[in-house]
């Protein structure tokens, strides 16, 4: 391969053009990457999971750096309320709750002291979750294990233009070549069918011999010129609009996403260090567009800025990820909507696998045969989490009712029958989500295991209610001895006007 074209520069194109300059020196492939200032980015994506941290440490990011480029914050997980009815609320940490003891899982201990009466949450034996809701952040710290900070976990919001603006400096400083225009045409071998080049309006060609189509949902290589059929998840997450706005805060940014369920959707709240960024996503069978710009104006806990921006999504992804010489990253590829923060993981490893599988000018199928079959499985993984939390949904709107009712994927059904079995769960390989996610989401929406493992169920809850009040004294402690979010902003990172 000696000519890469990427074709987009919004985030995925960026993070692409980005991984692959840190990787290819400039006589072994020319880096171009074509993007259209007249179409523009998408501009939404604010919050990441903590894999984010690996692609910093991957390009050498300095993280500073990054974070007061983009106006970020650190997230600590997110805030569900009101999804199993008005008034509940859960959080879904970064982290793990307590420590597993004689090697089974914490949660079956605290599973069988609850069954005695105890009534503390299970969010009160993980740090991240304690440390979020005093509102405040400490870095993980691995070099004592089983020390308090060793349990923290992190990751950010931030303003998702800039970190395309970021990307852009860091790719062009390693020789990645920009060429500003519109894409008109795409042009293909006349045999082989693969991709040979694309034609701008201004008549420009720029050849290559391998493709990285980031055109976002327009998907003019994989799919527009390419033909690769959709998959459709819209009978799982029915959702099909947005709006988004910014509102200025109305108060310290929490260093926590909140996610709040409406009567036919949800929304965010995201805070970066400048202002709260907002969506709202719904159904449009079950609400027209008016009342849901009514629901998230609403809900703004600071004065809106600017206008609300409406955007239309199907659920689902392409068919195949990798086609001939052209692999589909980010939006062009696929969309699950933004519940648990996943695209842009979702971008990384696109980029990741397809750097474990590089492939030379031959292009062997069976590379883009794995990549395909691990790329679908990253994205049912992300699936079978969002489908959860509409399915065990506790409202009564009909729209939440229709999501009550619908048939899961089979690898979700399973997964629910044996956590409400018996707390248990079986890890497929690579799996994103930890037990840890799985327990405060299955927990926080009411799904109760019927029975306790009984190789916990024997012990004397007598002798595990200390440990458990130990551990909640530990953990407080060590949490009100931390600086608030917003003066850990200000030392590490903070930007001007920001935190
Ligand atoms: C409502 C919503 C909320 C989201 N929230 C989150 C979140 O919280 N966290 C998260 O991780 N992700 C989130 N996402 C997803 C995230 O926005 C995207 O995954 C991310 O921004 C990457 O987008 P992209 O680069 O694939 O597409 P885009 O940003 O749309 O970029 C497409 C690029 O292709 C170019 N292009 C298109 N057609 C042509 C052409 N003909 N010629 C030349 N150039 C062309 C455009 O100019 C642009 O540069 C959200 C998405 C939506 C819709």
């Not at 459709?232 to 926590?256: E, F, I, K, M, N």
């Not at 992300?382 to 939390?389: G, Q, S, T």
């Amino acid at each position: 391969m000696r000519q890469i074209v990427i074709v987009g520069g919004g985030a995925a194109g960026w993070m692409t053009a980005a991984a692959l300059s840190r990787l290819l020196k400039a006589e072994q492939a020319s880096l171009t990457l074509v993007e259209s200032d007249e179409i523009g980015i998408i501009g939404v994506g604010e919050a990441t999971i903590p894999d984010m941290l690996q692609f910093n440490l991957f390009l050498g990011i300095v993280e500073a750096d990054l974070m007061r480029a983009t106006h970020a914050t650190f997230k600590l997980g997110i805030e569900f309320v009101d999804w199993s009815g008005g008034g509940s609320r859960y959080f879904h940490p970064f982290g793990f709750h307590g420590v597993d003891i004689d090697a089974l899982d914490f949660h079956q201990y605290w599973l069988k002291c609850r069954a005695e009466g105890h009534p503390h949450p299970i969010g009160d034996y993980c740090l991240t979750e304690i440390v979020a809701r005093k509102g405040r952040f400490a870095f993980p710290d691995m070099r004592i294990a089983g020390a308090p900070a060793s349990y923290l976990r992190y990751a950010y919001h931030f303003d998702a233009a800039l970190y395309a603006a970021f990307l852009r400096r860091y790719a062009e400083a390693r020789g990645v070549r920009r060429v500003e225009g519109k894409v008109s045409e795409v042009q293909r071998h006349p045999e082989s069918g693969d991709l040979t080049g694309v034609k701008l309006v201004s008549g420009q060609a720029v050849t290559g011999d391998f493709f990285f189509d980031c055109t976002g949902f327009r998907s003019l290589l994989l799919d527009k010129t390419l033909g690769v059929p959709w998959v459709d998840w819209r009978h799982w997450l029915p959702c099909d609009a947005a709006l988004a706005v910014a509102c200025r805060h109305d108060g310290p940014p929490r260093p926590y996403t909140r996610s709040t369920a409406k009567s036919a959707g949800w929304q965010w709240k995201i805070p970066t260090q400048h202002r709260t960024g907002n969506g709202h996503i719904w159904c449009s069978e079950f609400m027209s567009e008016d009342e849901a710009t009514f629901v998230l104006t609403r809900g703004l806990d600071g004065e809106i800025m600017g206008s609300p921006r409406l955007i239309r999504f199907a659920t689902g992804h392409r068919e195949r990820f990798w086609e001939k010489n052209c692999v589909a990253i980010g939006l062009s590829s696929g969309f699950l909507e933004p519940l648990e923060s996943t695209s842009l993981y979702l971008i990384r490893q696109g980029i990741s696998r397809f750097i474990a599988l590089f492939p030379d000018s031959t292009l062997p199928p069976v590379l883009r045969d794995e990549y395909n079959r691990w790329m679908q499985k990253d994205f049912e993984q992300v699936r079978d989490l969002l489908v959860f939390h509409y399915f065990a949904n506790g409202r009564d709107e009909p729209f939440w009712q229709h999501c009550r009712n619908m048939t899961l994927p089979e690898s979700l059904r399973r997964r629910v029958e044996l956590f409400a079995a018996g707390g248990r769960f079986l890890r497929n390989e690579g799996e994103l989500f930890p037990n840890a996610s799985w327990v405060a989401v299955m927990l926080g929406q009411n799904i109760i295991p019927r029975a306790i493992d009984p190789l916990v169920a024997g012990k004397p809850a007598a002798e595990i209610e200390p440990k458990l009040a130990a551990l909640r004294r530990a953990m407080n402690e060590y949490a009100e001895g931390l600086p608030s979010h917003a003066e850990a902003l200000r030392q590490y990172c903070g930007s001007e006007a920001g935190a």
